[in-house]
């Protein structure tokens, strides 16, 4: 059974750093796409980075996070991270990781996949 569960949101302030984990079960973290979602309170949900299948993974940043967020995966621990530096309070959402169970990023709006619960991140100014 597909499973991916999340976790290291908390509170920091703004131009502070969080590292959010995705651990999955079910699957190898290496054998699908696996991508980091996050929801604002009144906002859609909107896909903010993606790590395709390895080898030869690529990665996507949606154009906000590109140059502060980094997406990486330990093979060995099953897990997938979200590095994010330079936090800004426009930041602050519900973190969701996420995997279709394919091997490509694609459009991450298109995307059905199987959904972790989330973790709150809160970025004060």
């Known amino acids: 059974q597909v499973e991916v569960v999340e976790s290291g949101g908390g509170l920091v302030q703004s131009g502070g750093s969080l590292r959010l984990s995705c651990v999955a079960s079910?699957?190898?973290?290496?054998?699908?796409?696996i991508a980091w979602f996050r929801q604002a309170p009144g906002k859609e949900r909107e896909g903010v980075s993606c790590i395709s299948r390895s080898p030869g993974s690529s990665t996507y940043y949606e154009d906000s996070v590109k140059g502060r967020f980094t997406i990486s995966r330990d093979k060995a621990k099953n897990t997938v991270y979200l590095q994010m530096d330079r936090l800004k309070p426009e930041d602050t959402a519900v973190y969701y990781c996420?995997?279709?169970?394919?091997?490509?990023?694609?459009?991450?709006?298109?995307?059905?996949?199987?959904w972790g619960r989330g973790t709150q991140v809160t970025v004060s100014s």
């Open positions: 996420a995997t279709e169970a394919q091997t490509g990023c694609g459009v991450l709006a298109l995307w059905v996949p199987y």
């Open positions: 079910g699957f190898a973290v290496d054998a699908y796409a």
